[in-house]
């Protein structure tokens, strides 16, 4: 991969910051853009600014070819067997909560069990607790093993036949630990229970293919993935998605109002109430058409090779711990002993350094970990050893300082 072709395409990564060249080391949080796509929004507006489905003229005509053109990009992206799978959602968060709204709110009962993790982000934990509060469902986490991972073994003891959802982050956005959800749906069906699959941190890194998985649910953003903000995807079973009812009522999902009732769309316009996220559909579609370009299998490649060289020149450092399993995605999260996670960052944008600090929306798993906070640095595409090596050379100046402070 030409790392440099690739950060040539990014304006926002040639600049300095507190006198110093940016190195951006925060992509799970959300990624930076590439002027592909910032260039297609700038066209969008400029050219084509109009709402979609409802009009005949040229530029509702032209807007609705391209966003539904989104569609059937995201629908080859994940190998969705029909564009009517994809629903375009505001994010991760979203999605989730549809599923939890519509799908648990119509299914789940006193006495059945929704299984998650205790690695899930926030929006993969809330969303259940609230359905199972409203339902009388029991919610129960597979234990973790030592180094942060899922053991078969323990999915297969803790999924009973009580079980009528499982939902797992695939890849955890503290831990780097990618699960094994192909197997977990698999032990998830033969209980007859459903599978949700939290993608967030995935989808950007590497080939997802939803029919291999077998997942019944796949959900991700596409701000984490060179997109905009404010759009993402809630992939779905045909034959469930048919079942299940909106969740937000309004224009563009109905098909006839009457007085006293009314009907839906058909799939996927019937989770879409209202004016849908236009351009940051078609947005999302050019950088499907980025990363595709560049290839999944080689961005997948060139981050597992930075997270090796980072740990192994972290660990040269004396106090830092870094947490999750040694085989893990493209991000390390780590403590220096004595410096908080927040100071540290502050030191390292001193130095023109972005990192994450704090408890990443994962609060139960810093518990997990008998932690309050971390600090994380994120790799991607548009990552260099030397932004590991600056990394290293900002946490012994990190160190250094406060050797001197205390």
């Known amino acids: 991969m030409d790392v440099k072709a690739v950060r040539?395409?990014?304006?926002?990564?040639?600049?300095?910051?507190?006198?110093?060249?940016?190195?951006?080391?925060?992509?799970?949080?959300?990624?930076?853009?590439?002027?592909?796509?910032?260039?297609?929004?700038?066209?969008?507006?400029?050219?084509?600014n109009s709402n979609v489905h409802r009009g005949v003229h040229t530029l509702g005509t032209k807007a609705t070819d391209e966003y539904e053109g989104a569609r059937e990009k995201v629908r080859n992206f994940i190998n969705a067997q029909s564009s009517q799978e994809v629903i375009f959602t505001r994010g991760t968060t979203t999605a989730i909560n549809t599923v939890a709204a519509s799908y648990g709110r119509a299914n789940l009962k006193s006495g059945d069990e929704i299984v998650i993790t205790p690695m899930e982000h926030h929006?993969?934990?809330?969303?259940?607790?609230?359905?199972?509060?409203?339902?009388?469902?029991?919610?129960?986490?597979?234990?973790?093993?030592?180094?942060?991972?899922?053991?078969?073994?323990?999915?297969?003891?803790?999924?009973?036949?009580?079980?009528?959802?499982?939902?797992?982050?695939?890849?955890?956005?503290?831990?780097?630990?990618?699960?094994?959800?192909?197997e977990i749906a698999a032990i998830a069906h033969r209980h007859e229970a459903v599978m949700l699959v939290d993608g967030a941190q995935s989808a950007p890194h590497m080939k997802i293919d939803v029919q291999d998985l077998d997942c019944d649910f796949f959900a991700f953003s596409g701000h984490k993935m060179c997109g905009p903000t404010g759009v993402g995807v809630l992939y779905g079973k045909k034959a469930l998605l048919k079942e299940m009812e909106p969740v937000e009522f309004g224009?563009?999902?109905?098909?006839?109002?009457?007085?006293?009732?009314?009907?839906?769309?058909?799939l996927p316009w019937k989770f879409e109430g209202g004016t849908p996220i236009i351009a940051g559909a078609i947005g999302l579609g050019a950088a499907i058409d980025f990363l595709n370009e560049v290839g999944l299998d080689e961005i997948e490649a060139h981050e597992h090779?930075?997270?090796?060289?980072?740990?192994?020149?972290?660990?040269t450092i004396d106090g830092l711990t870094i947490y999750g399993p040694e085989q893990r995605a493209g991000l390390i999260t780590f403590n220096i002993s004595d410096v908080h996670p927040h100071d540290l960052a502050t030191v390292l944008d001193a130095e023109g350094i972005a990192v994450r600090a704090g408890h990443h929306c994962a609060q139960p798993l810093m518990r997990w970990l008998d932690v309050s906070a971390t600090a994380r640095a994120s790799f991607y595409l548009y990552n260099t050893e030397e932004d590991v090596d600056r990394l290293v050379q900002g946490l012994q100046t990190t160190k250094e300082y406060f050797g001197d402070v205390f």
């Open 251 to 266: 224009g563009e999902m109905i098909d006839f109002v009457n007085l006293y009732d009314s009907t839906w769309k058909e």
């Open 305 to 315: 090779k930075l997270a090796q060289y980072a740990q192994q020149q972290m660990k």
């Open 123 to 182: 929006s993969n934990i809330i969303p259940w607790q609230q359905i199972a509060k409203e339902t009388g469902a029991t919610l129960k986490y597979m234990p973790l093993q030592s180094d942060g991972t899922i053991s078969l073994e323990d999915a297969e003891a803790t999924i009973t036949n009580q079980t009528k959802i499982v939902a797992v982050m695939h890849v955890s956005n503290v831990l780097g630990t990618i699960n094994p959800v192909k």
């Open 8 to 48: 040539d395409a990014f304006p926002i990564l040639h600049q300095e910051v507190n006198g110093h060249p940016l190195v951006y080391l925060d992509s799970s949080a959300t990624s930076q853009k590439p002027n592909q796509v910032i260039d297609k929004l700038s066209e969008y507006y400029r050219g084509y």
